[in-house]
């Protein structure tokens, strides 16, 4: 049930996103822009939290946890179709994967500056312009 | 542990710290200009020791907090180290060049710490291996060049708002493309559990050999094929192209025709022969109809041109989309015919932006309708001019001769008849537009002075005219004695086709 949900909100933020970024006002495609950036942060970070047989968190014991500390593969074998770390045969664990939210930190600090950037960026264009109207903007007969 | 072994990470290192340094220095022009000259003769030198290094003794890998394929790589193959040579040389000469070119309030308070970040961003998507690192190296790169396209030249031949247009454009396109890019990277990681390029590959390749390769890894490749598509300007996504190069200062002009478009070329070998080989069967027509259509529109719309700039760059159109129609090919010849095509194109392309800075501060103007005569009052211009579009039309004794007949050859015998008939009836094209515009300019009656004003009299200075004549002279080389590059880019091929060879480089690392 939760997993639906989730995946609903990513499916209207997206397209909320590029609803926006099809306007013709220069502020609402930035905005578009914006809900488009969280958009994918939100399905990255989905795409980390499941129940399964991998285990991508290492403790210094070499598990994840008390109980799965024995039971942890580390090398790959490719002949018997084992993709390291993953759990041994028979134990299961519920975990989410911190790498994802390590992306998301990342993706988020890089679509900060780009949102700076690019309101600084609109803001001179009206300046320019007197306008936001995206239509206006065919100087350069692009 | 010598410095040789640090290499591939000084190459990404060295040009982050002098952004930060630039920046604190800003107040003193004549350091600032030393160290920023110094520092990229520093990295080209250093990108010929990692090339001379990886001929001679294999892939090196470097990892970074040395965590195995589990941290981030810097892979340093044929491929990587003959692009980084390519970008640093070719940034250096554009470094020199804006020293002349550039407005000097500008230069010092943005310039110089953009042009580093911008080297750091290229060298770094170059060696990266981890392939998140590659989305935020792309993110770097896209960044910088739109700082840098703002960037005021002496004189303002370019109005500000044309700027402000040109780089809202290219923005919001590649922040489109970056957010696609980041879709395939995690849908990337959700199917494999991994980041690294050569994990990857092998799982990958694990699943397509046991037949559990699921369907959406085609549509993960697809998807990637949009983000490089874009950075390379091919066909469907060219459209920022043609308004961005012309608006840029004519160094950056020269950096992003000549560098940052075949980023997406680079981008395109890297991951479809390394991660989605199993793919290729599908997208190998994909990419070579594509090729075909951008080197039709390029071409095509490139004779219409009245603007010198605005025909240089959908000349890059036509010509990224020959580098593609060789990658789509896809044999060792194929590939290797891409590669020499990338790299003359790259120096005649950067030279003829570069050139067109100077006839442009000549004659006040970017319409070559009001120019002409002008091999009178500027022929250091008209003969460099000339050496340029000979070369991009592939004439004779200059590089892109060699490139276009090795294409062109690969072609016929691996029997795509179909397409190169189209491209060679558009590489006629080349010839057309390039010396349509050289006869415009250079030839015919000196322009109506009462109406447009006298040319301006002040030759060109010596800071403006070396880096073209040293990209002239190597135009020329690699036309007269082209055979160490065909073999480089032979081997690098190799290299390419044999992912073998990068995943026993990159995955021998163990997690100490």
């Given at each position: 049930m939760n997993n639906t949900l989730l995946s609903l909100t990513i499916a209207i933020l997206f397209g909320i996103g590029t609803f926006l970024v099809l306007r013709r006002d220069i502020v609402r495609m930035i905005i578009g822009l914006g809900v488009l950036s969280h958009a994918v942060n939100l399905l990255i970070v989905s795409t980390g939290a499941f129940s399964g047989t991998k285990a991508p968190i290492i403790t210094d014991n070499g598990g994840h946890g008390l109980s799965e500390a024995s039971s942890s593969v580390f090398a790959d074998s490719l002949s018997d179709g084992i993709f390291a770390p993953v759990l041994e045969a028979g134990h299961q664990v519920d975990f989410v994967d911190p790498l994802v939210q390590a992306l998301v930190l990342t993706a988020i600090v890089i679509s900060l500056a780009m949102t700076a950037f690019i309101l600084i960026l609109a803001y001179r264009i009206y300046e320019e312009?007197?306008?936001?109207?995206?239509?206006?903007?065919?100087r350069l007969r692009g | 542990m010598s410095i040789i072994t640090h290499l591939p990470i000084i190459m990404v290192a060295i040009p982050i710290l002098m952004s930060a340094v630039m920046v604190l220095l800003r107040k003193e022009p004549g350091i600032q200009k030393v160290l920023a000259v110094s520092v990229s003769f520093l990295l080209s030198i250093f990108s010929v020791f990692l090339l001379l290094q990886v001929w001679s003794g294999g892939i090196q890998v470097y990892e970074v907090g040395e965590w195995g394929k589990y941290g981030i790589v810097l892979v340093a193959d044929l491929l990587s180290s003959g692009m980084l040579v390519l970008t640093s040389c070719v940034s250096f000469l554009a470094l020199i060049y804006s020293l002349d070119y550039i407005e000097k309030r500008s230069l010092s308070a943005s310039y110089y710490p953009l042009f580093s970040l911008l080297m750091a961003g290229l060298n770094g998507s170059f060696l990266t291996g981890d392939i998140f690192n590659l989305f935020v190296f792309f993110e770097i790169l896209l960044l910088s060049s739109c700082g840098l396209v703002i960037a005021n030249e002496q004189g303002?031949?370019?109005?500000s708002s044309d700027k402000m247009e040109a780089t809202f454009k290219y923005l919001v396109l590649n922040m489109l493309s970056a957010f696609v890019m980041l879709l395939a990277v995690a849908s990337l990681y959700a199917t494999t559990g991994t980041l690294n390029m050569a994990d990857i590959s092998v799982r990958l390749s694990e699943m397509s050999s046991s037949g559990?390769?699921?369907?959406?890894v085609f549509a993960i490749a697809l998807m990637f094929i949009v983000v490089f598509g874009n950075k390379a300007a091919i066909f469907p996504l060219h459209y920022w192209l043609p308004d961005v190069h012309p608006t840029a200062p004519s160094p950056i002009s020269a950096m992003l025709s000549g560098v940052l478009i075949k980023v997406g070329a680079y981008g395109m070998l890297r991951v479809f022969f390394l991660i989605f080989t199993d793919t290729l069967y599908i997208f190998k027509p994909l990419i070579i109809y594509l090729a075909l259509a951008t080197i039709i529109v390029g071409a095509t719309s490139a004779v219409a041109q009245t603007d010198v700039k605005r025909l240089l760059a959908y000349s890059s159109v036509s010509q990224i989309g020959y580098v593609f129609l060789g990658i789509g090919f896809g044999s060792v010849y194929g590939i290797a015919a891409a590669l020499v095509y990338l790299v003359n194109h790259a120096i005649a392309k950067s030279m003829l932006f570069l050139t067109s800075g100077g006839i442009i501060h000549h004659a006040g103007t970017r319409d070559m309708r009001k120019m002409g005569g002008m091999v009178d009052s500027a022929p250091f211009m008209s003969l460099m001019f000339l050496t340029g579009a000979m070369s991009i039309a592939g004439?004779?004794?200059?590089?892109g001769f060699i490139a276009k007949f090795q294409l062109f050859d690969v072609g016929i015998s691996e029997k795509y008849y179909f397409e190169i008939a189209i491209a060679l009836l558009f590489a006629i094209f080349t010839l057309f537009y390039m010396f349509r515009a050289m006869l415009l300019m250079f030839w015919g009656e000196k322009r109506d002075v009462s109406e447009y004003?006298?040319?301006?009299?002040h030759g060109t200075s010596s800071l403006i005219s070396l880096p073209i004549i040293v990209l002239a002279i190597a135009v020329v080389i690699f036309g007269i004695y082209a055979e160490p590059l065909i073999s480089l880019a032979t081997a690098t091929a190799d290299q390419i086709l044999n992912p073998q060879y990068y995943i026993d480089a990159v995955m021998t690392g163990v997690v100490r």
């Open positions: 312009y007197g306008t936001t109207d995206i239509k206006e903007l065919r | 303002g031949v370019t109005k559990t390769l699921p369907w959406h004439l004779p004794p200059l590089g004003g006298d040319y301006s009299t």
